[in-house]
């Protein structure tokens, strides 16, 4: 069989360029996924949302809608199943769906950093060498180098999420049919970078507000 590499060339990015009204939900459960219960509600399968809830660790993620029925749906893709970090009754609060996207076109470059395990350093009197126990990781941070284009349709977009400091949605989607949902902060590079004979280019950067998500092609 011949062997398969994993490359970018083909994938595709996308803004959240408008968004629905929040979606409240008075019960959420303790389950992989967790199931939210929001009467009457409108959302589909594959509908991308923006998840506001009291459980901090799922908070200002983004996820995608899953076991959609009457008056519940699910939360792809999250686990809420550990009652010890996920108190029971303590997850209620609010969706909003994404309704359009824009894509983010001509990207040159696609680069993360942060997200680095720290370590609590313990040294007793008896050792002759210290100790490491993992606590938490730094905050990661996307950085996108794209074609400078101001006409584009998601410069204006993320110069108003910026200046509004709103949170955005950005979707990945690769060649094989996997996409990444990346929740944040967006801002945009005011001018671009000019070297001769290089292609003028501006950073778009994401401050991630909580863990991105990968949903397989299969899944």
Do not use: C
Request: charge should be neutral.
């Amino acid at each position: 069989m011949a062997t398969r590499f994993s490359l970018p060339n083909g994938a595709v990015l996308e803004i959240a360029s408008a968004l629905g009204a929040p979606v409240a939900f008075t019960a959420l459960s303790n389950a992989n996924p967790p199931v939210a219960t929001a009467a009457g509600h409108k959302l589909k399968n594959d509908d991308v949302l923006l998840v506001n809830s009291g459980w901090s660790l799922i908070n200002d993620r983004a996820a995608r809608v899953s076991k959609a029925a009457t008056d519940t749906f699910a939360l792809g893709g999250l686990d809420t199943s550990r009652a010890d970090r996920y108190g029971a009754g303590a997850g209620v609060g609010a969706v909003t769906p994404v309704t359009g996207w824009a894509p983010i076109s001509k990207v040159t470059a696609f680069t993360s950093s942060g997200g680095e395990q720290q370590y609590l350093t313990v040294g007793y009197l008896e050792d002759d060498v210290d100790r490491q126990f993992p606590t938490n990781r730094t905050p990661s941070t996307l950085a996108i180098t794209v074609e400078d284009q101001p006409t584009a349709a998601y410069v204006g977009l993320v110069e108003s999420y910026s200046e509004t400091k709103t949170l955005a949605v950005v979707r990945l989607k690769l060649p094989n049919g996997d996409q990444i949902l990346y929740p944040g902060y967006v801002s945009l590079t005011s001018t671009p970078t000019l070297e001769r004979n290089s292609l003028m280019t501006r950073t778009l950067s994401i401050a991630l507000s909580g863990l991105p998500l990968r949903y397989l092609a299969a899944a």
